[in-house]
């Protein structure tokens, strides 16, 4: 540090022999005065320099969901110079939100999916098409075998669902084996997304009846845009435009709770939805469970009259499972969500505090996409904090010659 400063003020009395040439002001005060620049830009670059080896730091991302882009987008905000990679199969985001109207509507579909590669461009990221198999404290092994090393880790990959439409499964696109599975080995890809939507869409239109299960959000949304579609078809087929086609609009909605939405909207906001659904032709079913029973769409509803209903095409709303297979057991709670603290951090010892994980596939801000955004500078936040005390563990063990117990400080998190 001595010859360093040395030869700062070696360099200072050079500049300041210049300026007093050009000013005419006292040397001394010039020599002062370039000094403390130059000693404040040292700190500075030496402070920036300590944190921002791109080969000692790295973050990797695990999904490419809206917590998934929210941490990388946040990240990079804070760090210019740390390595993000997102291991992501699929060549797109998508507006899950949007994804019950896209299957009718091309144009929504249009819009409700985005390039990765023009965000991990804009952000700097390195997107790898593939899926994580095994996540460990410092490491993750991809679908393909090989091993990303890593300083911290995000996992932000969303839950599963069995409705088609939706799309949350990435798994379903190659578990399908029909025209529209067009997926390349290394990831999934809009258009196969495209016809997947359209598929499903016309699936669901063409069929005479359709049983829609679960009157949340979704199902209500579903069962509204799906009757209206099946009602501007039949007036297209009574003008003599669509002739050819047999448009049926029995679409029933079964729900287990005493009105609809009960978990989003009160009883007066509720009983609007109920009325509007009604009116265009909706029948709708409360305070039922119902089992698909048979692969010919048999429905049984579990109330003591055992009542049957037959449904060409039966939809699933309700209910989303954990895709944490990856994941470490004892990172999990019984039900198989990872479990997370306060600051999004993984709870569990060999975590090390460099694993952290918001959106549905944690305990912690689940089924909130407008909370994941609000919080996600605080993920950003913590996975900074992390990987600068990380790369500050890691360097002193180096220069102790790789002694275990390098510092006795603690990681301070938000």
Known sequence: MTAQMNILLVSALDRAEHLRSITGAPILLSVVAVSILLCLDYRRRSMSNRYNNDEERTCLVIGGGLAGLA??????????????????????????????????????????????????????????????????????????????????AFVGVGAETSCQSLGLNSNSLKQQKTDWAAVKDDGYTMMARKAQMKSEGDKLVKSPSVVIIGGGIVGCELA????????????????????NSLINSNVTLIHSGPYLCNRELGPKASQMV?????????????????????????????????????????????????????????????????????????????AAGRIFAAGDCCTLLPNSGSQVLHNAHIFARNLYLALNYHSKQQQQQQRENGRTNASSSSMKLW
């Open 71 to 152: 941490a990388c987008s946040n990240l990079r905000s804070l760090d210019k110079r740390v390595k993000i990679i997102l291991v992501e199969p699929k060549e797109y985001f998508e507006c899950i939100w949007s994804s019950y109207r896209s299957i009718f509507d091309e144009k929504t579909a249009d819009r409700s999916l985005f390039d990765l590669e023009a965000f991990c461009k804009a952000y700097r990221v390195q997107h790898v098409k593939q899926k994580v198999s095994k996540l460990k404290a410092t490491s993750a092994v991809l679908g393909n075998g090989e091993n990303i090393e890593f300083n911290v």
């Open 224 to 243: 509204g845009d799906l009757v209206n579609v099946k009602k501007n078809l039949q007036k297209q087929q009574q003008q003599g435009k669509n002739a």
């Open 274 to 350: 109920h009325s509007d659904l009604e009116k265009a032709g909706v029948k709708i079913i409360l305070n039922e469970r119902a089992n698909i029973v048979s692969e010919k769409k048999i429905v049984q509803l579990q109330s003591s009259e055992r009542t049957t209903l037959d449904a060409d095409e039966v939809v699933m709303t309700v209910g989303v499972s954990p895709a944490n297979s990856f994941m470490d057991r004892s990172w999990l709670d019984e039900k198989g969500w990872i479990q997370v603290d306060d600051s999004f951090c993984v709870v569990g010892i060999s």
